[in-house]
């Protein structure tokens, strides 16, 4: 499986993230590797297209994981959190993974819990009315002022935003999206959450790949402070680990 980095505009200490194309071909020894669970989750997918891509995302998320492990990928194993989002068992590594149409990201820290979420920009006719049931009042507005030209696409990165944040705490749609600001804009800042448990502090900054692809990256912070990112870095040439 062929995965490639992404960069962040900002730097964030001890995490990766890697784009998969999701369109590519799984080898045999890939296919393998993957669970009697994933298999049959896959074969859920009424089509073709949508199971190879399920497919490729978990071998290369289970190759990307065995290799920072030093373990097969047919061993891992992993437990659901109380919300469903995975973790592996005995392994000091985080994980989470998205993915929209052809392209899959997986983000990788051996720090910080972390959420990650893409979206492929796409003509969204009601941005408004989605924004009215998920954003925060000031996002709503800021949306709306938006030229139309560039509202697509200040939706997906206020949407792959929200996302984020709410899978590095590992709750997903069960904290309302609207409580809380995220901004239209793909800057870094801090976020605050409220949740059942207490209150989250995230680091959070979007990213691109190319002119169609948004995401975002959540890191949630350790409750006794956070740390201060620095600037830039830069990719690696693409990677193709052995199956």
Known sequence: MIVSPLVLPVDAPHCELWRIDLD??????????????????????????????????????????????????EGLRF???????PALVAADLHFNLS????????????????????????????????????????????????????????????????????KAVGIGLDLATNGFDVGIAPVAQPVTLTTPDGVEQLRLQSFEDGDD??????LRLPRRGSYTAD??????????FTA
């Open 24 to 73: 590519q071909h799984v080898p045999a020894a890939a296919l393998a590797k993957l669970s009697a669970d994933e298999v049959a989750r896959a074969r859920r997918f009424v089509f073709e297209r949508d199971r190879h891509r399920f497919i490729a995302a978990h071998a290369a998320l289970r190759q990307l994981l065995a290799q920072r492990c030093g373990q097969a990928g």
């Open 79 to 85: 437990v659901a959190g109380r919300f469903g989002k």
């Open 99 to 166: 993915h929209s149409h052809d392209t899959g990201v997986v983000a990788l820290s051996t720090r910080d819990e972390l959420g990650v979420d893409v979206e492929v920009v796409r003509p969204m006719p009601d941005a408004l009315a989605l924004a009215a049931a998920y954003f925060s009042p000031a996002e709503q507005a800021a949306l709306a002022a938006c030229p139309p030209a560039q509202r697509d696409r200040a939706f997906f990165v206020c949407w792959t935003r929200k996302e984020a944040c709410l």
């Open 213 to 218: 692809t948004i995401g975002a990256l959540a």
């Open 231 to 240: 600037a830039g870095t830069s990719a690696a040439a693409p990677l193709e």
